[in-house]
């Protein structure tokens, strides 16, 4: 029905960068917010940022001023932009999309979930 697919992980020394994509596919019409969640071992999965279907965003302060969300609807993917990398960055990302569905004449977003990809920041 609907698959995330994400890329862009990996390691990177601290202070470089990397770019998370994740592209959506699968019986999709319509999307309203997207974003980026990351867990750590032994802590919880944290938002890390958010772009709404208005087109606004949102960043966890650990990422404001490093991190730049962003979106393409066309091509249904968002990015997440990570510079300036430090080791606590270190986690597995997953990305989600709202997805649009319709039942007795009323909408309602749907969220679906990325497979996760690994960044590691080695200090």
């Known amino acids: 029905q609907v698959q995330l697919v994400e890329s862009g992980g990996g390691l990177v020394q601290a202070g470089g960068s990397l770019r998370l994509s994740c592209a959506a596919s699968?019986?999709?019409?319509?999307?309203?917010?997207m974003g980026w969640y990351r867990q750590a071992p032994g802590k919880q999965r944290e938002l890390v940022a958010t772009t709404t279907g208005g087109n606004s965003t949102n960043y966890a302060d650990s990422a404001k001023g490093r991190f730049i969300i962003s979106r393409d609807n066309a091509k249904k993917t968002v990015y997440l932009q990570m510079n300036s990398l430090k080791p606590e960055d270190t986690a597995i990302y997953y990305c989600?999309?709202?997805?649009?569905?319709?039942?007795?004449?009323?909408?309602?977003?749907?969220?679906?979930w990325g497979q996760g990809t690994q960044v590691t920041v080695s200090s």
């Open positions: 699968g019986i999709i019409f319509s999307i309203n917010d």
């Open positions: 989600y999309v709202e997805v649009g569905r319709t039942f007795l004449g009323r909408r309602s977003w749907l969220p679906y």
